[in-house]
């Protein structure tokens, strides 16, 4: 039995997501589906990317992740299904899978257009019969052809020193408009005290109840990443933040 991830940016209010799933359960009716989101914004390849990063690994050895945030459908870009890890991933070569190729031997094969997919729904008609196929225990090998180059993978700018405060940026915002950092706990030590935009944001707390209502916070979140929050608040709407913002830990 396989059990396949679904995580797109298809949202809930058209069958997308339906036709998906009765793709998969028609083609591998014993497969055990699984929602990850399907309310990424659309075409937000880097809130995709981030998300599959910090939720693959929790899902057993031999699960298949569906992917599909898909701005290029149609285009020349490529369709990918690849192993790594010990898990199966399947969706196109956009950046989607930028920290799963980390520090992984992988496994990659193109994934052919099947006659009659449509030109705009590959999440059904391409990526859905690789992940069944996948599910049913089709080798990998027998879905396409070696891919010949490295895929598509996303530019972050990495944490850096300047003086003595290590300056990192925001990475992702979560629905309630938290603002997640590439900071991690090496690089922020207790001392440290936080700062936003020239905004004074303190010392590492635990968690949100450390301040009081309407106050700012920083703590450690539960993908081990420095986050800013505001207590009963949004931190992105408070501070007008997005990604890309950059996020300043002082030291001294």
């Known amino acids: ?26 083609a591998a009716p014993d497969a055990t589906l699984v929602d990850v989101t399907h309310s990424v914004q659309p075409g937000d390849v880097r809130a995709a990317a981030y998300l599959l990063g910090r939720v693959w690994h929790r899902f057993p050895p031999g699960t298949i ?18 192993a790594a890890h010990g898990h199966y991933f399947v969706g196109p070569d956009n950046g989607l899978f930028t ?22 729904f590959h999440g059904r008609d391409l990526f859905g019969p690789a992940a069944a196929a996948l599910a049913s225990g089709v080798p990998l090998a027998k879905l396409g052809d070696p891919f010949a180059r490295m895929p598509v993978r996303l530019a972050y700018a990495e944490p850096h020193y300047e003086g003595k405060s290590v300056v990192g940026q925001v990475v992702y915002v979560d629905r309630f408009g938290t603002l997640v950092t590439n900071l991690t706990p090496d690089l922020v030590p207790a001392y440290a005290s936080i700062e ?24 450690v979140g539960s993908g081990g990443q420095v986050e800013i929050a505001v207590r009963d608040g949004s931190a992105s709407r408070r501070l007008g933040m997005g990604v890309g913002g950059r996020v300043r830990a002082r030291l001294g």
């Open 1 to 26: 039995m396989g059990l396949i991830t679904l995580l797109t940016d298809f949202g809930t209010s058209d069958s997308y997501v339906a036709e998906v799933k009765g793709l998969l359960l028609a």
């Open 65 to 82: 992740h569906l992917t599909v945030v898909d701005p290029g459908v149609g285009t020349d870009r490529a369709a990918l299904a690849l």
């Open 99 to 120: 920290f799963v190729l980390r520090d992984a031997e992988v496994q990659i094969v193109s994934l052919p257009t099947p006659d009659g997919a449509s030109a705009t």
């Open 196 to 219: 936003v935009e020239g905004l004074e944001v303190g010392p590492l707390r635990r968690t949100f109840g450390d301040v009081p209502t309407g106050g700012l916070v920083a703590y």
